[in-house]
């Protein structure tokens, strides 16, 4: 989900509402690094993970349509292909807790940075 910002013959700047999974690769700003530097003194996540919950880091994140940078050749990202184990019912309920707050969280960060 994003919005377009500005654009420039075949390209657009758009603003994600909700950062995409499979990102290649980031242009950061000295002072958006600087906020990530500040933001991640004790790394406890993924870096993909850290950047996709804006709220952590409270930098918006903007991106181009059609993506500069593309995974290339038929190699597929073994992530997303985890077999779902049965969880019990309050493990559920945590992690859909847990995914609503962050939503949540990282909505208001994308309403502040309009």
Same mark, same amino acid.
């Given at each position: 989900? +994003? &919005?377009?910002?500005? $654009?420039?013959?075949?390209?657009?700047?758009?603003?994600?509402?909700?950062?995409? $999974?499979?990102?290649?690769? &980031? +242009?950061?700003?000295?002072?958006?690094? $600087?906020? +990530?530097?500040?933001?991640?003194?004790?790394?406890?996540?993924?870096? !993909?993970?850290?950047?996709?919950?804006?709220?952590?880091?409270?930098?918006? =994140?903007?991106? #181009? !349509?059609?993506?500069?940078?593309?995974?290339?050749?038929?190699?597929?990202?073994?992530?997303?292909?985890? *077999?779902? *184990?049965?969880? $019990?019912?309050?493990?559920?309920?945590?992690? #859909? =807790?847990?995914?609503? &707050?962050?939503?949540?969280?990282?909505?208001?960060?994308?309403?502040?940075?309009?």
């Amino acid at each position: 989900m +994003f &919005y377009s910002v500005v $654009q420039q013959n075949e390209v657009k700047l758009v603003k994600f509402l909700k950062v995409p $999974q499979c990102t290649t690769g &980031y +242009f950061i700003t000295p002072s958006c690094a $600087q906020a +990530f530097l500040d933001a991640s003194e004790k790394m406890i996540l993924p870096v !993909d993970v850290f950047i996709r919950n804006t709220y952590l880091h409270r930098q918006a =994140i903007y991106g #181009l !349509d059609p993506a500069p940078v593309k995974p290339g050749g038929d190699k597929h990202s073994t992530i997303g292909c985890r *077999k779902q *184990k049965m969880m $019990q019912p309050q493990v559920r309920m945590k992690k #859909l =807790i847990t995914r609503l &707050y962050s939503s949540f969280l990282c909505a208001l960060v994308n309403i502040v940075s309009r």
